[in-house]
């Protein structure tokens, strides 16, 4: 396996050469909140995978309805027909979702969901005579997907600049990292105000008769989760309505739980026109996405010959969205929204122990959804000045989290950070687990410095 993995098999986002002279891991089983390796060692899933896996590893329910879903119709495209599983399924996340958000065109992905909403903003504005309207805004150090467009709203550079051009037409604004505020910086509620007014800026800058869309996360994640200040969203919402913008919520992440709540609006009180979701859908179980639109939005598509013209073989795949059913099952059943509340403030004060080693600059995110940041200087809120001690600094830590069992991230993307977002099933014992695991990892790396 290990021949055949460095010969054939190309990993993703992977410097490719790291396993010239090392084994690469291979995971081949998991269960509740935990990965083994093909050596047999034991991990904890801190990561949910890739922030995926909310009702935990090896459930049985799930690779039952796939089973059923296979035998009774194993595919079937839904460009112009469908199939009861797709449409169930449409129905429930249109039950969860705020307001009118009610029309459901599924992708296989985060990625598309976000190329999907673009897509649809701009064919809106031209269906509703409008034709300018095109650009889209998003927030500074923030990844909304790797596809030509979706990479272009992204807000990294590092991995935009081997693809380009890419598509114009998008533009940054300040994201809401507090730790880092260069304004306002002792007062939260300012801070948000700041932050927000900056979109209206941007779009008087670019002229509100150019602009589409303005596409947020509930919390950023890109740069070590980064919460909305109070009244944030609030005064988005009224800017788009003010510059005839339509506002997308970004939850391939923040959906399905990690917040607490199905959809990561609903915990912060607002109506976006469209959210983009993927991830834990399926609990990632099997590849689906979804964006997810208001009724407004919608309303000139059902006029006429009006069509969107985009789609997905394998959107909405009956497979997936059976599975995706069984998912959805599990966290009604179990409550798992209801335990992710109830839990939470044990999380960040099990996390937030770490604030007494030398490294940790700031431990900041909701819900089961956490960065820790990394700093050389914790008393000046110092950057790494030299960027090679910086990533020999991520890599040992990673390393040697690996080697503790633990599995998480450690990202260089903005200052470096540690983040975790545990499978919706963890408690206390996997809080401590983490805690531990990190401690000794960090305190390594802080002597190393």
């Given at each position: 396996m290990q021949a055949a993995a460095r010969k054939h098999l190309w990993m993703h986002f992977t410097k490719m050469s790291a396993y010239d002279a090392?084994?690469?891991?291979?995971?081949?089983?998991?269960?509740?909140?935990?990965?083994?390796?093909?050596?047999g060692k034991r991990y904890l899933d801190a990561l949910a995978g890739l922030y995926a896996n909310q009702v935990g590893h090896g459930r049985g329910e799930i690779a039952e309805a796939a089973a059923r879903q296979t035998k009774q119709l194993g595919y079937m495209p839904i460009w112009s027909f469908a199939h009861p599983s797709a449409i169930e399924l449409a129905e429930r996340i249109a039950g969860y979702a705020p307001g009118d958000l009610n029309r459901v065109f599924f992708t296989t992905g985060g990625g598309e969901a976000v190329e999907s909403a673009w897509k649809l903003a701009k064919q809106y504005f031209k269906l509703t005579g409008r034709p300018t309207k095109h650009k889209v805004i998003s927030r500074s150090i923030a990844y909304h997907g790797t596809s030509h467009g979706a990479l272009s709203i992204t807000g990294l550079a590092g991995i935009k600049a081997p693809y380009e051009p890419l598509v114009p037409s998008t533009f940054r604004v300040p994201n809401t990292n507090f730790y880092r505020a260069p304004i306002h910086d002792d007062d939260v509620k300012a801070f948000g105000r700041w932050a927000a007014d900056q979109i209206a800026v941007a779009i008087e800058n670019e002229g509100a008769d150019t602009v589409a869309a303005v596409i947020l996360e509930p919390v950023q994640n890109s740069g070590g989760c980064f919460p909305p200040p109070p009244g944030y969203f609030e005064r988005v919402r009224e800017i788009c309505d003010e510059y005839d913008v339509l506002m997308i919520s970004d939850e391939v992440i923040c959906a399905f739980?990690?917040?607490?709540?199905?959809?990561?609006?609903?915990?912060?009180?607002?109506?976006?026109?469209?959210?983009?979701?993927a991830k834990g859908i399926t609990s990632g179980y099997a590849p689906l996405g979804a964006t997810i639109v208001n009724e407004k939005v919608f309303a000139p598509f059902a006029k006429g010959d009006n069509t969107f013209l985009h789609g997905y073989t394998f959107g909405g795949h009956p497979v997936a969205t059976a599975m995706a059913l069984a998912n959805l099952d599990i966290f009604e059943r179990e409550g798992l929204n209801a335990h992710v509340l109830a839990n939470e403030n044990a999380f960040r004060s099990t996390l937030e122990k770490l604030a007494d080693l030398p490294i940790v600059g700031d431990v900041r995110g909701e819900g089961y959804f956490y960065g820790i940041e990394l700093v050389p200087d914790k008393e000046n809120k110092g950057h790494f000045k030299d960027n090679e001690t910086e990533l020999e600094m991520l890599d040992f830590v990673s390393r040697r989290l690996l080697e503790a069992g633990l599995y998480c991230r450690a990202d260089g993307r903005g200052d470096p950070v540690v983040q975790v977002a545990p499978p919706l099933i963890c408690d206390q014992e996997q809080f401590d687990e983490m805690e531990h695991i990190l401690r000794s990892v960090l305190s390594e790396a802080c002597e190393r410095l």
């Open positions: 090392k084994d690469v891991p291979i995971m081949v089983r998991g269960e509740g909140a935990y990965v083994w390796d093909s050596t739980g990690r917040l607490g709540h199905m959809f990561g609006a609903e915990r912060y009180g607002y109506e976006p026109d469209m959210i983009t979701c």
